[in-house]
């Protein structure tokens, strides 16, 4: 609504009605976030498969070689490991291959790692497919989000950013449920199934607009901005807006794109990255999913460990759903707030249970504890702390830099996994279950200090928008320049 004031002693106010347009959600960037999402799903299931492989692959048994406790912790620790050599890695390729073409080269590499690991006769090959697999889901979890914050439309981003977080815990679930019924070579078989419709799909959907523009290919970017919005969509004024926000990226930037990172404006937005995804690991999340069955046999709860750990991945899977729905009502700010306060409560919780079991207190009347602290545990962190750093990540980046940006925010991320996911054994060994759990509940308190103080909102908000407050583009001008004469026809 536009309102035009003549002279004051006139009492003459003119009101004119401006029809807003009201923005759809296509099918076609449905269909995209769908696509991407479905190698979410495997990588998903890369994360979970230690917890239900490792109890198989250790039984001399089932596997015809042997398995120490030493090798267990790296077929655990190697795929984060590797994750963060992807991260690396995939900065570089997202710029120069493309966003598309890259998560597009993860699809053959995971069914290759899934069948070393399945066909394995040494522990060697199970460690190779465990490391490809790493490299792959380093390389996925940083483009994944950058497609989707490029593609979707600000109105549902939020809710279609979230659907690769959801089909995460699709495949966390899968491969839960999988594993109660699978020895470790028949789940791993499974997982080289899951890349296979993803790499078809990867086939039908475009290159982002925004890459296309940063390779001075604007017909191209046209074409697969109508496929995205529709081909009735107006996309010029979209279209104008990222070669505006390109060219003034260029602008400001270097030819260096470790000085690009240090700069003063693109600091801010690259250390609330950073800091989301430390806060995010060091809740001991990955500790959690990949030795879910090792710590609910700790707790003798006397619930069946591997029951339990199926509700676990059930509980994290309907979490996401919920996180979708609110994530465009509620903001992303409130959700942090509300998943921080639940994994706070929930792993002091923890912490308080293993101290009196620790200490000789009967803790049989109190068996549910660790199931329904996992459960609430899970539940807070698929709310906020697991989805929204990655969603805010492909939100918050300037575009300049956002493949660099993003590779380093990614390899920190799976530094922090696989710190915790291999120290883990360690720390409940020396500090105990209790002090473990205190310890990432410690962190979480600090991370919520961090979430109020240091994280902007960002719902609803175009990707340039977005940049120029993040970076401080935004123009002052006095109000009388703003002036402009008006005529009016009486």
């Not at 990588?43 to 979970?48: I, N, P, R």
């Not at 993803?198 to 475009?206: A, G, R, T």
Request: charged letters at 15%.
């Amino acid at each position: 609504m536009v309102k035009i004031l003549m002279r004051a002693d006139t009492h003459v106010s003119f009101v004119v009605p401006i029809e807003e347009p009201v923005a759809k959600c296509t099918l076609s960037q449905v269909l995209a976030a769908l696509t991407v999402s479905l190698g979410s799903l495997v990588v998903g299931f890369s994360s979970a498969y230690t917890s239900p492989a490792l109890v198989s692959m250790e039984n001399r048994n089932i596997t015809s070689f042997e398995v120490t406790k030493q090798e267990g912790s790296w077929v655990g620790g190697i795929m984060p490991l590797a994750g963060l050599a992807g991260g690396i890695l995939g900065g570089p390729m997202i710029e120069y291959l493309g966003r598309k073409n890259t998560i597009l080269a993860t699809a053959t590499p995971f069914i290759i790692a899934w069948l070393l690991i399945a066909c394995a006769s040494h522990i060697t090959m199970v460690l190779v497919g465990r490391a490809l697999s790493g490299l792959c889901v380093g390389i996925a979890s940083l483009s994944l989000p950058v497609y989707l914050g490029e593609t979707v439309q600000p109105e549902v981003r939020g809710t279609l950013g979230l659907l690769p977080t959801a089909f995460g815990n699709i495949g966390i679930l899968l491969c839960f449920v999988a594993g109660n019924y699978l020895e470790w070579s028949g789940l791993a078989f499974l997982g080289a199934t899951l890349p296979i419709p993803f790499l078809l799909l990867m086939f039908l959907i475009p290159e982002t607009p925004r890459w296309y523009v940063s390779r001075n290919r604007e017909d191209r970017a046209r074409k697969a901005l109508q496929w995205l919005r529709g081909r009735k969509a107006d996309v010029e004024p979209e279209l104008k807006g990222i070669s505006k926000s390109h060219q003034e990226a260029i602008r400001h930037a270097s030819n260096n794109a470790i000085l690009d990172l240090l700069k003063k404006a693109n600091l801010k937005p690259l250390s609330i990255s950073l800091g989301l995804m430390f806060f995010q690991q060091m809740s001991g999340i990955n500790a959690v999913i990949f030795y879910t069955v090792t710590i609910f046999k700790a707790a003798e709860s006397g619930l069946d460990e591997k029951i339990s750990t199926i509700i676990v991945g059930i509980v994290n899977f309907i979490a996401t759903f919920i996180a979708t729905v609110l994530i465009d009502r509620a903001g992303r700010k409130m959700l942090l707030y509300i998943s921080d306060v639940a994994m706070i409560v929930t792993l002091m919780t923890l912490g308080g249970f293993f101290y009196m079991k620790d200490n000789g207190h009967d803790v049989s009347n109190i068996g549910w504890v660790p199931l329904t602290a996992f459960v609430v545990f899970v539940l807070g962190f698929s709310l906020g702390f697991g989805p929204i750093p990655w969603l805010m990540m492909g939100e918050i980046l300037p575009g300049k830099i956002r493949g660099s940006a993003a590779s380093v925010a990614t390899a920190f991320n799976w530094t922090c996994t696989f710190v915790v996911t291999k120290t883990f054994p360690d720390i409940s060994a020396s500090l105990g279950m209790s002090g473990a759990f205190w310890m990432f509940g410690s962190v979480s308190l600090v991370g919520l200090l961090f979430v109020i103080l240091y994280v902007p909102e960002t719902q609803g908000k175009s990707l340039e928008d977005i940049e120029r407050k993040m970076m401080g583009r935004v123009r002052r001008m006095s109000s009388v320049a703003n002036i402009k004469p008006l005529s009016f026809n009486m």
